[in-house]
């Protein structure tokens, strides 16, 4: 019996401890504390197209009332007299559903690590079927749009994979019609820790297209690190190459 839990102990049956698992997020009582009221909710969208304050879009002034409550609230500018809605242009817009059930789905599509069904965001925030399937789409495309516009900086490790070769038939290997190429990107932190990942589909592993690639994912002067050097290349990828260690470092240009 010693003997058994002495080896529930061993230091070799450990598991190695994962610091990406384990980092702080945004949990549910912090997400109520931030935006768990409408007048909280209206701020978010308010501080994000006006981070300096009010800015009138016909005569550039600053000066403005508030007219409307919760939200519905506008600013009226002093000297124009126009009006601006807070979430108009936004996701928000076009809406009789509260702000904080907006913000609760959103919350609550970002933080599952396995995705969330449109059913499933029915029953957590308690609306119709379609709404949550409007929202759920509204959100993923969003969130589609904002990391295909990102740019990732700083270092970044790039790998090739291929997604699929499930299905019988077909020839094998990496030109198999059954695959989907991707590319991997992989931004790390001052540490040489990652941070998260970037999947890209790409067409095939060509010169163009990962020239193409780059153009879009990579800003000037990302340091580019890959094990797949005959792949992320330098010169006519339009990167300039150097080698580091067993890994190649590229630099966007």
């Known amino acids: 019996m010693a003997a058994c839990v002495q080896g529930l102990f061993d230091p070799k049956l450990v598991l190695a401890y994962n610091l990406i698992q384990f980092e702080h997020g945004m949990s549910l009582p912090e997400f109520i504390q931030c935006f768990g009221t409408e007048t909280a909710c209206v701020d978010a969208p308010y501080r994000a197209r006006w981070p300096a304050g009010f800015v009138c879009p016909r005569c550039g002034g600053s ?3 508030v007219v409307g409550s919760g ?13 601006r809605s807070m979430t108009a242009g936004t996701f928000f817009a076009s ?3 509260p702000l904080t059930t907006r913000f609760l789905a959103i919350y609550l599509l970002s933080q599952s690590k396995t995705g969330l069904s449109a059913l499933a965001l029915k029953r957590r925030i308690g609306v119709s079927h379609p709404t949550a399937w409007l929202m759920h789409h509204k959100v993923m495309e969003a969130m589609a749009d904002r990391e295909a516009a990102h740019r990732l900086v700083g270092a970044v490790e790039v790998d090739d994979a291929y997604l699929g070769g499930e299905r ?3 020839k094998p290997g990496r030109g198999s ?4 190429p991707i590319a991997d990107a992989v931004p790390l ?7 998260y990942v970037k999947v890209t589909q790409i067409p095939g592993f060509t010169n163009d297209a990962i020239s193409k690639w780059a153009r879009s994912n990579l800003a000037p002067g990302t340091a580019v690190l890959s094990v797949r050097s005959g792949i992320f290349r330098g010169g006519d990828r339009g990167r ?10 590229s630099q966007a240009a």
Not at 71 to 83: F, G, M, V, Y
Not at 240 to 249: E, T
């Open 63 to 65: 000066a403005h009332c």
């Open 71 to 83: 939200s519905r609230r506008r600013l009226q500018c002093n000297t124009s007299h126009i009006q």
């Open 95 to 97: 809406t009789k559903l």
């Open 168 to 170: 019988a038939g077909g």
């Open 177 to 180: 019609e059954n695959k989907v």
């Open 189 to 195: 932190n001052d540490k040489g820790h990652p941070l």
């Open 240 to 249: 300039l190459h150097a080698q580091r260690g067993n890994r190649q470092q």
